[in-house]
């Protein structure tokens, strides 16, 4: 290509000229940047490296800001990086850390580029390099790389150091085996002088230490010496977040550290290493009583400030003091109750995890009742927020906090009828589910799915559907224990069951054709006969009279007319008394079934029409049989009867067979028949189907917009027409259904007019909840956190059926990445001193002397380890104080072999790298090592002391 004309340099557009231009864009900003586009695409194919590096720079604004894709510029960004120009390579360093990742194909071209500016003498290119190797590192450039990072990890520039050492986070994480290389150097930058050094070192343990804190426990002598001499803060934390993970693991330690610890904590005045140091109390110094007292003192001052952070973080704290002091919560409950009408959200979260963390079997109860009056206070986030937690805390271990279930059933009930609970499905299964595992709660449930389903304002709450799926599927099956079925009957067919959605519509059907066979048994049941002879041998109660048969021999002829039923017939509610099975009373159930379910035998759902139909063929049956009798009444009267009731018999029988909870993997234990193929996806779908088009999710209701335009009729229109041609019937019902059911719809305002609508769902304010008065709320929580005895006079815990192989899902456990592992177990070898440190004749300096600028410290930092090991072997025994003084000769005598040892692995590993043509050796384990290193005691390695 032709080098770059004068005027294309000169009128060339500048970052700044399209930052100008985009602002000026108030429309066509789309059209703008394309043009843009067009002009860098153009540009940074130039020769000219200036041209160049300016659409590079461009590109990468466009790329960070409005996520333009700039791979095709990756060769580009490698030939303005080989520029001289620092300002050049600046500009390309910047788009490589953009665009490139480990796939990118041209990422092996810039190694040598890197290898060139880490070796650098000037200390900006070298920065430079750094910051881009951290970002795209992988693992060739991380393995090619290491020897030049081991020399900057001893540079004399500050800054080029520090850089050095937060990149070998990256490198560690792609090559472990560049820990046998920098691990020593990296642990001699420890001892440094220079503040922005140690920050960064320590800031690379921290890390380090979060993913395997076991293996580096032999740095502890270094980390404690830090904690001892530091005055920066910010050290202090991240070293206070390593021992916060070493301490659990070895006892010693922790008993060398609460000290200094706690005198920080009465010393300092900085928040954020104030409250470093009561984490580290909490979460590994908890067994030592004066420290955590000391720190919940430290905690009420963060729970009483007004700043919302520092209260936020002194909740978080009292929540891991919660799991093993529970005082430490008693002792700020009130603050912790009020927390819960805090203006922050997150305050209000933390306080309610915090108040979970308390419930017992003793207190479930009074603590429920506390948070339900909050939620009916609280906005609608908050709200759900507390009803999650009390329905997760009680069905926890298969609610094995739960001693009364007819207690829970009710607070279920209480829990759907608050204004904001949007926890439907949650409530739903647990209605169903503690009904399937509990046969003791189930007349309970069955009274809270009464109340749930016979208030017709509920319906038209969305988010209580679920719930009354759950209360219509629970009165349908445990339909034995309801103390009137044929209420039951009328609140699952009213009229504004039309709000519901198709599925749980068709529940309630199927809940209907439940309740009414069993009304029917009954009834068979209740009506004795002396002629049992004829009758099947499963109605052992008897056989029932002509009575039911002579009525529906009249409800099928009637006076001679048709055997429709029109609404001003019979009233729906007439003769439906509580417990009064006579013939009056099924005749008037029939008739509601066959009123209701009617008009749905058109219906365009097919759950909702084949429900229908079944009930309604279930009932035209029993007519048929009944009219046939009529017709050959002094023939076959008597086999019709017998015949009807062997319908009813078994249509019951197919209902009766009773359910029980389900493993989620009993799927998996089904056997495979034979011959059978099962495929991991439907990729041949396609290919067996041909022409045939998918069907969409709605296509299995005709409410979609293909049927519409083939019939030429809206689903709107004609459920609107439906909805007309039920409104009669729904205004005739709904004053009989106010004057039975009253107590359920709320007193209208009398200046509003009396409408034919439903009132809007009942407030549960009204209810006996508890008192709004936060203060009374407070003097009750006193009680109900206080661990008491449990009542001997309550009743024993009903049986909960359990599954055999656990009722939770399977928890899949993520297996650890090999590369962790790796890097495991490259640094306890290191600090073990199982392997020698392998590297390449480049690297010599691995086994150098100190320097003679640390050669003064040598001696003091000896002595500083020795006592803290001292410490560390004297466990409290008076005989192990009594030996320290030996003890100390015994390392003074084992000195010098060690040594010995130590200059004998050097040569060792001196002769390895002379036999090794690789330039990283792989580490192999001896065969007389222990495989498990982890397993051995943590020695302070030779280079430490």
């Known amino acids: 290509m032709a080098g770059a004309s004068l005027m294309d340099t000169l009128f060339q557009r500048t970052l700044e000229d399209l930052i100008k231009g985009l602002r000026q864009q108030l429309i066509g900003e789309p059209a703008f940047i394309s043009k843009a586009m067009e002009e860098i695409r153009r540009e940074i194919k130039s020769t000219d490296l200036s041209i160049k590096s300016t659409a590079l720079l461009k590109l990468s604004y466009l790329s960070s800001l409005h996520f333009y894709d700039m791979s095709f510029a990756d060769f580009h960004a490698l030939e303005v990086l080989s520029s001289p120009r620092f300002a050049h390579k600046k500009i390309a360093y910047h788009a490589i850390s953009l665009c490139f990742h480990d796939t990118t194909p041209v990422l092996l071209l810039i190694t040598n580029h890197l290898r060139k500016d880490l070796t650098s003498t000037n200390e900006y290119e070298v920065s430079l390099s750094l910051q881009c190797l951290s970002k795209i590192a992988n693992v060739d450039l991380a393995r090619d790389l290491t020897p030049e990072i081991f020399t900057l990890l001893s540079s004399s520039k500050v800054h080029v150091r520090k850089q050095a050492i937060g990149v070998v986070l990256r490198v560690f994480e792609k090559y472990p085996d560049a820990v046998r290389v920098c691990f020593k150097r990296l642990v001699e930058n420890l001892e440094s002088s220079d503040p922005q050094i140690v920050s960064a070192i320590v800031g690379v343990f921290c890390e380090l230490a979060s993913k395997d804190p076991r293996s580096y426990l032999p740095l502890a002598p270094e980390f404690y010496r830090i904690l001892v001499d530091s005055r920066n803060n910010w050290v202090l934390i991240k070293v206070l977040k390593i021992f916060a993970q070493l301490a659990p693991l070895e006892p010693r330690l922790a008993k060398r550290v609460v000290e200094p610890i706690c005198d920080y904590m009465r010393r300092t005045v900085a928040k954020s290493l104030l409250f470093e140091c009561v984490r580290t109390v909490v979460s590994g110094l908890s067994d030592y009583e004066s420290a955590m007292k000391l720190a919940v003192v430290k905690i009420r001052e963060f729970l009483l400030d007004d700043d919302p952070n520092l209260k936020y973080l002194g909740l978080q704290a009292l929540s891991t003091v919660a799991q093993k002091h529970l005082w430490a919560v008693l002792e700020n409950k009130e603050i912790v109750i009020k927390s819960l009408s805090d203006v922050d959200p997150t305050i209000k979260v933390e306080s309610l995890r915090l108040v979970m963390e308390m419930v017992s079997e003793t207190n479930v109860a009074e603590i429920s009742k506390v948070l339900l009056n909050y939620a009916l206070k609280s906005d609608p986030e908050f709200c759900n927020w507390i009803i999650g937690s009390i329905l997760s805390t009680c069905s926890g271990n298969v609610y094995g906090m739960i001693v009364d279930f007819d207690w829970y059933a009710s607070l279920l009930g209480e829990m759907s009828r608050i204004p904001h609970c949007q926890k439907g499905e949650e409530i739903e299964n647990q209605l169903i589910d503690i009904g399937l595992r509990v046969r003791d709660v189930r007349p ?191 023939n076959s009267s008597e086999g019709k009867e017998v015949e009807v009731a062997e319908i009813v018999q078994l249509m019951h029988d197919a209902f009766s067979e009773e359910l029980g909870p389900v493993s989620v993997s009993a799927q998996e234990r089904v056997p495979l028949p034979d011959g059978l193929i099962l495929k991991e996806n439907l990729i041949d779908l396609e290919a067996i189907c041909g022409d045939i088009g998918l069907p969409s999710p709605n296509s299995f209701s005709f409410d979609s917009t293909s049927y519409e335009e083939t019939v030429g009729i809206s689903l709107s229109n004609l459920e609107i027409k439906e909805g007309l041609e039920q409104s009669n019937e729904s205004t005739s019902l709904l004053a009989e259904h106010r004057k039975r059911h009253g107590l359920y719809y709320l007193p209208s305002d009398k200046s509003e007019t009396i409408s034919n609508d439903y009132p809007p769902a009942n407030d549960p304010r009204s209810q006996d909840i508890a008192t709004d008065d936060t203060n009374d709320l407070i003097k009750f929580a006193e009680q109900s956190f206080a661990p008491r005895r449990k009542p001997s006079h309550t009743k024993p815990r009903p049986v909960v059926v359990k599954l055999d192989d656990g009722d939770e899902m399977p928890i899949v456990t993520k297996k650890p990445d090999p590369k962790d592992d790796s890097l495991s177990d490259a640094v306890r070898d290191v600090l073990l001193g199982s392997e020698t ?81 690789h330039l990283h050796g792989r580490h192999r384990q001896r065969a007389d090592e222990p495989s498990n290193v982890s397993a051995q005691i943590a020695v302070i390695p030779d280079f430490l002391l």
């Open 444 to 634: 309970q449930l069955v009274h809270v799915g009464r109340d749930l389903l016979i208030d017709p304002a509920l319906l038209g709450n969305p988010f209580l559907h679920r719930i009354l799926s759950a209360a219509a599927w629970v009165s349908g099956e445990y339909v034995e224990f309801s103390r009137n079925p044929f209420e039951l009957v009328e609140a699952l067919l009213q009229p504004r069951t039309s709000l519901l959605p198709p599925a749980i519509r068709a529940i309630y059907i199927q809940s209907a054709f439940k309740v009414l066979t069993f009304c029917l048994l009954t009834y068979l049941l209740q009506r004795e006969s002396t002629a049992s002879s004829s009758w099947p041998d499963n109605l052992q109660s008897g056989v029932p009279s002509s009575d039911l048969y002579e009525s529906l021999a009249d409800l099928s002829v009637g006076n001679g007319a048709s055997a429709t039923v029109t609404p001003g017939e019979v009233s729906p509610s007439a003769s439906l008394e509580k417990n009064n099975f006579s013939h009056e009373s099924i005749v008037n159930l029939l008739n509601v079934v066959e009123l209701a379910l009617s008009p749905l035998s058109g219906s365009h759902d097919v759950e909702i029409l084949e429900r229908a139909l079944n009930v309604l063929g279930f009932i035209d049956l029993i007519k048929e049989k009944v009219l046939n009798s009529s017709a050959h009444k002094e």
């Open 837 to 917: 440190i392998i590297g390449t004749s480049s690297q010599s300096n691995l086994s150098d002397k100190p320097s003679s600028k640390r050669k003064g410290k040598e001696k003091q930092n000896r002595d500083l380890h020795l006592e803290l090991k001292e410490n560390l072997v004297d466990d409290g025994n008076p005989s192990s104080r009594r030996s320290k003084h030996h003890s100390h000769e015994k390392e003074r005598r084992h000195k010098s072999p060690r040594k010995k040892n130590a200059e004998e692995r050097r040569d060792n590993g001196r002769k390895e790298k002379q036999k090794s043509s």
